[in-house]
Every structure is written in structure tokens, then in C-alpha cells.
């Protein structure tokens, strides 16, 4: 019997494309999983509208859980039904973007202003003397930071 | 229901009498998509050019959201019945577009394309806020995910416009004078579309003047604490056509660079 658990452990090994160390579950875009006997639906809410690594986390998605033969056909759709914020974000996907030399987003991303985005904590020393260069990075998930503390430059993935 | 009927004509007409709300809900979708598709392309000019690197960056990054935006909007069109995105996107000429002339408009001095990027993302990430609410549910489900983005373009253009409005007086001067040019430009973005009253009627869209109301509301305060002025209102020419498919000298050049890969090799992958 394949239930959505099931399911949705497997696919915590599929990992965001830019950010290697974070799975697209704590990530929080697989929004939907819906077994029919053996056939698997999964559903994705896009993360940025403009994010290139969409359609590739679409294939991958596929092309993981073809490699489990007692499934049957997988399709994947992306659909903005539910909305993605930063909120959606797992306590573990924190801990992995921690991990990968990023600034998690900061919780409760509905009131974010400049102010609150200025506010983030260096991720390799953890203080709080840093400043915001630019609320625009590498990629549309990213911000610009430096340390004033342990004089390093960092990114911060943004909270929205 | 609106969502559940066929539309029954591809081409949109624009004798209001004739229109139904589809055709108007149409009218509504290709005019946001392409403003961001068109602003979209000019931010990307920027990239490689910006005046210093994080500027270059937020350009081009402001330039791929619009972008990737327009798409989503283009999608729900085709769901509608129109060709699919990139047809819509890279086959049209320039009385096709319904941009207004605003977004069209050369990037110009830094100071013309930061002035812009304030006009066009207060009215947008309002224009967003308002069709959260929407009772067209797949524009409504986009612009709650639109807004989140747009709000750092708002947050972006404002640091700039306040930054350099309040800064010396040379700069001062370069932003008032882009104010002043841009002004009647920016009153374009609120035409009114030909059958906006079926979309108040039905809810799905709050109409153009309520929209520059909002505006003026939000963005005056701004201006004024950048000690910038909005030109006097008596002076006050919005310059429209944009809408209905009629642009200034600059849109179909913009195009034919846009669509060059395209139109060499349509199946072209990249």
C-alpha cells in the first residue's frame, strides 16, 4: 500500500537545484500528493513566478520517483492554488540553508519591510552587527549581506 | 459562470457593445503581462550597465520576475483560449501590444529608469494587491504570489527615489526633471479598458480609476517625503493609445530586438 508519507519521504531526497542541501519538502512546495492505486500525482507551488529551476524540479521530481518500480505513472503539476512564502519553510530546511552558508528567512514574512530584512543574523558567526547591501542577489531568492562582526559578505535567503 | 465558459472568440474586439466578460477579462490579462514582459525587457538593458553592481543585479533580477510573471499571466490566457506564451509573446507586432507607453520608453538616464521603477511598481504591486480578491480565482490565486515579489521592487524603488530626491542638489534636480517627464506617461498605465465595467460589475477587477486613486494615495506621501513634487495638476495629460494598440516610435524596435533569436529559429532551446 503506497500512502502520501510514503511518498513524501521519498522525495526528500530530491533537492533543490540551488540550494543542494535543502530538500523541495522543506522547502515546502510539494503541496499535493495523490495516490490512485499506483499512479502518483504530485502537486508544486513555484517558489519565485520568475525561478528558472522550476521546470527542472518538475523532472526531477519525475525522474525520482520512476526509479521506484512498484509505482506506477508519476505526473507532476506546478499550480499556485496554495501560495509559497518563506513561512512555509521546515525548521529542518532552516538548519539545511543554514548549512549550505546562507541566512535562513527570517518567520512571520507577511510584515517584511527594510528594517526587518536588515535585521538578519550572519550565518557563519551568528551575530547580529550586520548590514544589508542589497535586497537583490545571484538569484530572486537571495539578499546581499556583510558581517560587521567577523567581516565576512553572506547571503540571505529572503523572506516573502 | 464566467470560468466555465468557452471563449467564444479568440480575437478581441474592442467595440464595448460587442464584448463580453471574457473578452474584457482578456483585455484585462494581456494588458498586465504585457506592461511586465515590456518593463521586463527594458530593466534587463541594464544588465552589465548598471551604475554599480548591486544596481546591475537588482535590475536584472526585477527584469526576470516581470518576466517570468508575464508568463504566468500569458498561461492563463492560453487557458482561455489564446495561443500559448511564447507565441503571444514573440509573434506579435506592436499594435498587438497592449502595454501602455509608459513601460516602452527608453531606459534613458538612471534617474528616468529609478523614477519608473517607482510609477510602475506602486501601481503594480497595488494593481496586485486589489486582484487578490479577485472573483477570477487563477488571478487572484498569481497575484497573491505576485505581491510578495513586487513588494521588494516597491521597497527597492523607494530607498533610491528617497535617497537621491533628498541627496544633492545635482541629484535632486535629475529625479524631479524625470518626475516631471515621466508624469504624463505614468497617468497612461490607468486607461480604461474598453468594457471595464463588466470586471467592477462581476468583481473581478476594481477599474482603472479606483486603481490611480490607491496610487495617488500611496505614492504622493512618498514623493513628498523625497522632496519631490508632482507636477500641477492642471498640467495633467495622460498620455494614452498604449491600451488600444497604438505606441510610440520605441515599442516595435524593442520587439524586433526581443524576438531576434525567435524569429531566426522558432524551436530554438535555450
Given at each position: 500500500m503506497i500512502t502520501k508519507s510514503y511518498i513524501r519521504e521519498q522525495l526528500k531526497q530530491v533537492k533543490d537545484p540551488e540550494i543542494p542541501t535543502i530538500s523541495i519538502v522543506d522547502l515546502g512546495i510539494v503541496t499535493g500528493i495523490d495516490i490512485h492505486e499506483n499512479d502518483v500525482h504530485v502537486t508544486l507551488t513555484p517558489t519565485f513566478a520568475g525561478c528558472p529551476a522550476l521546470r527542472l524540479m518538475e523532472d526531477m521530481v519525475v525522474n525520482h520517483l520512476n526509479s521506484y518500480n512498484q509505482l506506477g505513472k508519476i505526473t507532476v503539476e506546478t499550480s499556485f492554488e496554495t501560495t509559497w512564502t518563506t513561512d512555509l519553510i521546515t525548521d529542518e530546511g532552516h538548519a539545511a540553508i543554514k548549512k549550505h552558508g546562507l541566512a535562513p528567512p527570517i518567520r512571520n514574512c507577511s510584515?517584511?519591510?527594510?528594517?526587518?530584512?536588515?535585521?538578519?543574523?550572519?550565518?557563519?558567526?551568528?551575530?547580529?552587527?550586520?548590514?544589508?547591501?542589497?535586497?537583490?542577489?545571484?538569484?530572486?531568492?537571495?539578499s546581499l549581506h556583510y558581517c560587521n562582526n567577523c567581516k565576512q559578505a553572506f547571503e540571505g535567503f529572503k523572506p516573502i | 459562470m464566467l470560468l466555465k465558459q468557452e471563449a467564444e472568440n479568440p480575437q478581441i474586439t474592442y467595440n464595448s457593445n460587442k464584448m463580453n466578460s471574457i473578452d474584457a477579462l482578456k483585455e484585462l490579462l494581456y494588458k498586465i503581462a504585457?506592461?511586465?514582459?515590456?518593463?521586463?525587457?527594458?530593466?534587463?538593458?541594464?544588465?552589465?550597465?548598471?551604475?554599480?553592481?548591486?544596481?546591475?543585479?537588482?535590475?536584472?533580477?526585477?527584469?526576470?520576475?516581470?518576466?517570468?510573471?508575464?508568463?504566468?499571466?500569458?498561461?492563463?490566457?492560453h487557458q482561455l483560449g489564446e495561443a500559448d506564451a511564447d507565441t503571444v509573446a514573440f509573434t506579435r507586432n506592436s499594435a498587438q501590444f497592449h502595454s501602455s507607453q509608459f513601460v516602452e520608453l527608453p531606459i534613458g538616464d538612471y534617474s528616468f529608469s529609478l523614477i519608473r521603477h517607482f510609477l510602475f511598481d506602486f501601481a503594480e504591486y497595488l494593481r496586485f494587491e486589489s486582484l487578490k480578491s479577485s472573483a477570477y480565482e487563477p488571478l487572484a490565486q498569481v497575484s497573491k504570489k505576485f505581491f510578495g515579489e513586487i513588494k521588494y521592487h516597491t521597497?527597492?524603488?523607494?530607498?533610491?527615489?528617497?535617497?537621491?530626491?533628498k541627496g544633492n542638489e545635482e541629484s535632486h534636480t535629475k529625479m524631479q526633471d524625470s518626475l516631471n517627464y515621466a508624469w504624463n506617461y505614468a497617468l497612461g498605465m490607468f486607461e480604461q479598458g474598453p468594457a471595464e465595467d463588466l470586471l467592477i460589475s462581476e468583481n473581478i477587477f476594481i477599474g482603472e480609476k479606483a486603481l490611480q486613486d490607491v496610487w495617488l494615495g500611496t505614492i504622493t506621501p512618498l514623493l513628498t517625503q523625497s522632496n519631490l513634487t508632482i507636477p500641477a495638476q492642471e498640467n495633467w495629460k495622460p498620455i494614452f493609445g498604449g491600451r488600444f494598440g497604438k505606441h510610440s516610435q520605441h515599442l516595435q524596435p524593442l520587439l524586433e530586438e526581443m524576438t531576434e533569436v525567435y524569429s531566426i529559429d522558432p524551436s530554438a532551446d535555450w
Open positions: 510584515n517584511i519591510t527594510m528594517e526587518v530584512i536588515e535585521a538578519t543574523n550572519c550565518p557563519y558567526c551568528d551575530s547580529d552587527n550586520t548590514s544589508m547591501k542589497s535586497p537583490f542577489g545571484p538569484t530572486l531568492c537571495r | 504585457d506592461d511586465q514582459l515590456i518593463i521586463g525587457h527594458r530593466n534587463s538593458e541594464w544588465t552589465g550597465l548598471g551604475p554599480i553592481l548591486e544596481e546591475d543585479i537588482a535590475f536584472s533580477s526585477m527584469a526576470q520576475d516581470k518576466i517570468g510573471q508575464s508568463e504566468h499571466i500569458y498561461n492563463l490566457l521597497m527597492h524603488a523607494n530607498t533610491w527615489v528617497n535617497q537621491l530626491g
